[in-house]
């Protein structure tokens, strides 16, 4: 008994000792270690000059590229100048013998009609018959009655009519003109800066706005302070124009008529 128990303990130390000793890396040799690295060392530069020869492809696949753009681009440059010649020529052969064509388009014409009525804009000329002259007038829609510049007002009988008598002031530096027309009525008028009514005579003058020959009534009114010697008001536009309050002469300049007798006219240095 005493033997087996021996042997049993001694093959556990044996066996105890092999399992705690186990399997050793060998040493490595410094000519091992050192062509190892070597051996590395090579796969490494293989490795770069594989990538370093695809880069080298790629740059010269990009070159090609680049180089069949630029010829293309040489073709179509070569054809637009052919285009471009072949364009002039025709041009030059449309024009020969003519005005060069215009470098720009001419503007759109203003519209001075709009169906059977007349475009006016703030600012309009207007011939007058009496005097055969051509003044500038206001149009303001907020006056019902039109206003002509006029000093020296008086009424008088023709033929058993009214008329009156007044001279035709522009501004207070112009020459005036002596105006005889109808008197149609007189109305009464209220100052803004008044409350009094002011009794004015009403004529009846024969008037062109563009191409449009009237007969309207003007009231009879001092004017010569004041910016336009003419004020074209509702009762003139009405049925007959629309007005453009962003526009300034819209109707064409009337001209005047020639060999028409002139109204006399008072030179501002015989005025009393």
Known sequence: ???????IATSTLFLSACIQQGPQ????????LTESLQQTESRLIQQIQQQCDGLSKQEKSQADELQKISKTQRQFDGRMD??????????VKQHKGDAAPPLCPKPAAVSTNIGNKLVVGKTEWLWIEAVNRVYEARVDTGATTSSISAIDITPFEKDGKNWVRFRLAPD????????????????????????????????SLTVRLGKMTEVAEFTLNDR???NYP??????FLRDVAVVDVAKDN??????IVQNQPQAPSVSKTKKK
């Open 224 to 226: 010569t302070q004041m």
């Open 82 to 91: 052919v285009i471009e010649g072949k364009i002039d020529t025709v041009i």
């Open 25 to 32: 890396t060998p040493p490595v040799s410094a000519t091992e």
């Open 172 to 203: 207070d530096g112009d020459d005036s003109f002596v105006v005889e027309a109808p008197l149609v009525r007189y109305v009464k008028i209220r100052q803004a800066s008044s409350e009094k009514l002011d009794k004015r005579p009403v004529a």
């Open 230 to 235: 003419i004020l074209l008001g509702r009762e």
């Open 1 to 7: 008994m005493s033997r087996l128990f021996v042997l």
């Open 250 to 255: 819209v109707q064409p300049k009337p001209e």
